[in-house]
């Protein structure tokens, strides 16, 4: 069975806003990380945090762990066009949930 | 860098048929990952790699058979292709598996008729 789960599964929101996303997992885990989809591509890496990590930064993105709810959010800034893509969590298994699918409208 | 390259890109197979997906990345990385891929779902894990000559079997292995016999190539096969197997199949490959980030190909889409 897949590890993470992301919700929502579907997110629009307008330029500017901010996008919130969250990842809920089952088991125990080192690290949790975020990684990104372009329609019909490879996922790319976004972002790796750490069990014993509370919250990490890069750039526009904020990713906050909190392991005794054994949740994840990511939460993006002041999002652009660009950011329209699906976005996905994994345990340190490389187990990925079924993805948060992001619009962002111009 | 070419980093992690998948081969071929596109393929129809008929039913029955059988064929071997080839990854091979360039940055000496230990673990090697099959995934697929459906439509509106997330990626499944089929097979894994912690090394040079090792496998092991991920959430959806049945129907799937890998081998690792060089570090930098990992091979994907179905013997006997089911139109269930259409999907896009992804490779990605890490230095190792816990606390590294993973790089993925661009991945290959293939149908079964």
């Known amino acids: 069975s897949q590890q993470g789960e992301e919700d929502p599964q579907a997110l629009s929101i307008q330029e500017g806003e901010n996008a919130t996303m969250n990842c809920s997992y089952k088991?125990?885990?080192?690290?949790l990380q975020w990684y990104r989809q372009n329609s019909g591509r490879g996922l790319v890496h976004l972002i790796l945090?750490?069990?014993?990590?509370r919250e990490k930064h890069s750039g526009r993105l904020r990713v906050t762990l909190d392991t005794s709810k054994k949740s994840s959010s990511l939460l993006i800034t002041a999002s652009r066009a660009a950011d329209t893509a699906s976005y996905f969590c994994?345990?340190?298994?490389?187990?990925f949930g079924a993805g948060t699918r992001l619009t962002v409208k111009p | 860098n070419a980093g992690v390259t998948q081969t071929p890109k596109f393929r129809v197979l008929k039913t029955g048929q059988s064929m071997t997906l080839l990854c091979a990345q360039d940055?000496?990385?230990?673990?090697m990952y099959w995934y697929r891929q459906d439509p509106g779902m997330g990626l499944r894990l089929i097979h894994y790699?912690?090394?040079?000559?090792?496998?092991a079997k991920g959430e959806v292995p049945d129907g799937y058979n890998v081998s690792r016999l060089k570090k930098q190539n990992f091979l994907l096969g179905l013997e006997s292709a089911a139109p269930s197997q259409t999907s896009v199949y992804f490779c990605?490959?890490?230095?190792?598996?816990?606390?590294?980030?993973?790089?993925f190909g661009q991945g290959t889409r293939l149908t079964v008729v």
């Open positions: 990605a490959s890490s230095y190792k598996g816990l606390n590294t980030e993973a790089f």
């Open positions: 088991t125990s885990i080192n690290n």
């Open positions: 945090i750490r069990s014993n990590e």
């Open positions: 994994a345990t340190n298994d490389m187990r």
């Open positions: 940055m000496n990385h230990e673990y």
């Open positions: 790699s912690v090394g040079e000559g090792t496998t």
